[in-house]
């Protein structure tokens, strides 16, 4: 079993930096990828940004030169670095691992808030 934690999630005024963390844990082999989707009520789950194991970071347009997503290899943990938010970037935010496969498999946190006031 893997377990994905996220913490970081809140309120912020726009303008204003957040940072989300998720630490996996458990039977962990073969990542292909780490990442973070955001879903909003009504939408479909949405990739934000995501990290191969080569380090290889890929963004959703909408947040390319805004957000910042890191990887630390030793802790399985990886990072998104959220600045200039926009009420836009209201959504629970979920983070993703993705293990090697045929198919792969991924796995899902169960969400963190981040809700940007105008």
């Known amino acids: 079993q893997v377990q994905l934690v996220e913490s970081g999630g809140g309120l912020v005024q726009a303008g204003g930096s957040l940072r989300l963390s998720c630490a996996a844990s458990?039977?962990?082999?073969?990542?292909?990828?780490m990442g973070w989707y955001r879903q909003g009520p009504g939408n479909q789950r949405e990739l934000v940004a995501g990290?191969?194991?080569?380090?290889?970071?890929n963004y959703a347009d909408s947040v390319k030169g805004r957000f910042t997503i890191s990887r630390d290899y030793a802790k399985n943990t990886v990072y998104l670095q959220m600045n200039s938010l926009k009420p836009d970037d209201t959504d629970v935010y979920y983070c993703?691992?993705?293990?090697?496969?045929?198919?792969?498999?991924?796995?899902w946190g169960k969400g963190t808030l981040v809700t940007v006031s105008s």
């Open positions: 993703n691992l993705q293990i090697q496969g045929f198919p792969p498999i991924n796995y």
């Open positions: 458990g039977n962990i082999f073969r990542i292909n990828t």
């Open positions: 990290i191969t194991s080569g380090g290889t970071p």
